[in-house]
């Protein structure tokens, strides 16, 4: 499987490690000295340059992916992003939505599937709480039997 990962900090950088050994991973990042500093930190190909360039994406075999992620800091990037995806027919686009506001606007302009950053904390958030002791609530029915 190959994918495109656009977004050098430490979501992209997480899911570069954690993909590189099993998938053909690719790592677009703005930001040189990132970029430098991430090409060190992983064996994911790293490419310096914007991502809302078509020219760079195409770089990166956008054409070839079976995945794009896209984990920029700013949402209106991703949703662009995402867009090119979509429109190069990538079977999988899974953008971070950092701002929960925005998730509407995602869904609107057909970019469905996508990563609320605030709702991931809550769910972990509630994981955690919903621990008792070595116990761990899976299911609840009726009034929580």
């Known amino acids: 499987m190959k994918i495109i990962i656009v977004g050098g900090g430490e979501t992209g ?13 690719t790592l677009v990042e703005k930001d040189e000295i990132r970029a430098k500093e ?23 075999e956008i054409d070839k992916v079976d995945a ?6 700013d949402d209106t990037t991703n949703l662009m992003i995402s867009q090119i995806g979509k429109s190069e ?26 990563v609320s950053a605030a709702g ?9 709480l919903r621990t008792y002791g070595d116990a761990r609530i899976i299911a609840q029915f009726g009034e929580g039997d």
């Open 13 to 25: 950088l997480t899911l570069a490690k954690l993909f590189e050994k099993e998938m053909e991973v």
């Open 38 to 60: 991430l090409a060190q930190k992983t064996n994911a190909l790293v490419i310096h340059g914007d991502g809302t360039d078509i020219s760079i994406l195409k770089e990166a």
């Open 68 to 73: 794009l992620v896209v984990a920029t800091g």
């Open 89 to 114: 027919k990538v079977q999988k686009v899974v953008p971070l939505v950092r701002k929960p506001k925005n998730e509407e606007l995602f869904a609107k302009l057909g970019v469905s599937t996508f």
């Open 120 to 128: 991931s904390n809550a769910s972990a958030i509630k994981r955690i």
